[in-house]
């Protein structure tokens, strides 16, 4: 059963989503869907992350000129498959390309010397990190039912800074202009590994 916090929490950020006018917002996933989508995707979403997208699916008006992503908010009840297996590989593909590049974590132990063996081993770590899911963009909450009230996590790479205290936070700074940057504050970084690059 879902904490009620995290129902409200959920509930609050669809509110100011929906006060903030800036996309369609179709009707929210029902329970079957989510079992659909964690069952193919392999990941739960966090309690508040779900009862955010019961209340209403945003989904992505046609894109600005210039704009970095086409498809901002993932689709989860009719988006191409791809593309949501390509959102969801964001963070992890952003450290292998950090890596290409020198990046090493201290947890992995010794850099081998070879780039194939670099690679290899480095896969095999990310394959066991824990599961970010796309919010919006480059905007990830991590994975985990029966958890919630994460800070919202923008993710380039290893550049990884806080982006909402928690996810009704996000939804204001990302949507409604002059509210506080939660880079400004303190959220506490939640979820292993990732918590490791947060500025």
């Not at 950020?13 to 329970?31: F, H, K, M, V, Y």
């Amino acid at each position: 059963m879902i904490d009620i916090d995290a129902v409200h929490l959920g509930a609050e950020a669809a509110r100011r989503l929906r006060q903030a006018d800036c996309c369609t917002i179709e009707p929210g996933l029902s329970n079957d869907e989510f079992d659909r989508i964690e069952a193919t995707y392999g990941f739960q979403f966090s309690d508040d992350h779900r009862a955010f997208l019961a209340a209403g699916l945003p989904v992505s008006s046609p894109p600005e000129e210039g704009a970095t992503w086409d498809k901002p908010w993932p689709n989860w009840r009719s988006g191409s498959p791809d593309d949501l297996r390509s959102h969801l590989a964001w963070p992890t593909e952003g450290v292998m390309a950090s890596v290409e590049h020198g990046y090493w974590h201290t947890s992995w132990g010794v850099r081998p010397a070879e780039i194939e063996a670099v690679r290899s081993v480095a896969e095999k770590q990310l394959a066991a990190v824990p599961q970010l899911v796309p919010l919006y963009a480059h905007r990830f909450l991590p994975a985990g039912g029966g958890t919630h009230g994460h800070p919202v996590l923008s993710i380039w790479g290893t550049d990884i800074i806080f982006y909402g205290e928690d996810l009704a936070e996000y939804i204001s700074h990302e949507f409604e202009d002059g509210h506080e940057h939660a880079e400004n504050r303190s959220p506490q970084a939640t979820v292993a590994f990732w918590r490791d690059f947060v500025e």
